[in-house]
């Protein structure tokens, strides 16, 4: 039996991060699928909401307890697991590669989850279209500004350096959002680059959507 417990939706961006992260360090883990598919709603229910509160994925079952917020999971698997490092051994590196991270999780992912799309449809009568311009919008804002501090950095292998670290964990799971809504990449090419090679690592290959047991095939 495994010590951890990954409350996980194949779909999930956040909790795709969790799963990058537990292949990076090796750490086994089971992973217990919460549909949260509009109509199927599995997170709201009194079973989940008694583990998680805030009715979200992904949640990480510890011996501790349960851990929730993907980054905060990210952060608590870095001290509790310290090989290989998330963040770069240079402070300024390190700091730099947690604004990029924070920026795809606190500034473009928050506005394209469930909850604000669900408000935007029902409150406000957005149809798919207005739904999917909003989406692209909030990724190409952030994007933006990724590029250019991509830009200012000489060019590696990851987003800082020779090894992943939380910056990639955090790019690959956006960009595959990204690419599901049809955005135009060409005026990122720094972090097409950068996501293509990650996607490569075995890390990341088996933490995509489409390797989970929960995906929905075709």
């Known amino acids: 039996m495994t010590a951890l417990k990954l409350y996980d939706y194949w779909r999930?961006?956040?909790a795709y991060r969790v799963r990058i992260g537990l292949n990076?360090?090796?750490?086994?883990?089971e992973s217990v699928p919460i549909n949260i598919a509009p109509g199927k709603d599995e997170q709201l229910t009194?079973?989940?909401?008694a583990k998680n509160p805030?009715?979200?994925?992904?949640?990480?079952?510890?011996?501790?307890?349960?851990?929730?917020?993907?980054?905060?999971?990210?952060?608590?698997?870095?001290?509790?697991?310290?090989?290989?490092?998330?963040?770069?051994?240079?402070?300024?590196?390190a700091a730099q590669a947690r604004s990029f991270a924070l920026t795809i999780a606190t500034d473009i992912h928050p506005l394209n989850n469930l909850a604000p799309l669900?408000?935007?449809?029902?409150?406000?009568?957005?149809?798919?279209?207005?739904?999917a311009d909003w989406y692209r919008h909030w990724i190409r804002r952030g994007f933006d500004a990724l590029e250019v501090q991509l830009g200012a950095m000489p060019e590696t292998a990851f987003a800082f350096g020779d090894a992943p670290t939380i910056a990639?964990?955090?790019?690959?799971?956006?960009?595959?959002?990204a690419r599901r809504f049809?955005?135009?990449?060409?005026?990122?090419?720094?972090?097409?680059?950068?996501?293509?090679?990650?996607?490569?690592?075995?890390?990341?290959?088996?933490?995509?959507?489409?390797?989970?047991?929960d995906a929905v095939k075709g």
């Open 54 to 93: 805030q009715q979200r994925v992904p949640a990480l079952e510890t011996p501790h307890g349960v851990l929730t917020q993907s980054l905060a999971i990210l952060s608590w698997l870095d001290t509790a697991y310290p090989e290989p490092s998330f963040l770069p051994a240079d402070p300024w590196a």
């Open 46 to 49: 009194d079973a989940y909401r």
């Open 182 to 213: 049809k955005l135009d990449f060409a005026p990122f090419p720094r972090l097409a680059a950068l996501d293509e090679r990650a996607r490569a690592h075995p890390a990341f290959e088996r933490a995509a959507p489409e390797r989970q047991k």
């Open 12 to 14: 999930s961006s956040a």
């Open 24 to 29: 990076l360090k090796g750490i086994a883990y």
């Open 118 to 131: 669900a408000w935007l449809r029902d409150k406000h009568g957005a149809d798919e279209a207005a739904i």
């Open 168 to 177: 990639d964990i955090c790019l690959v799971p956006q960009c595959a959002n």
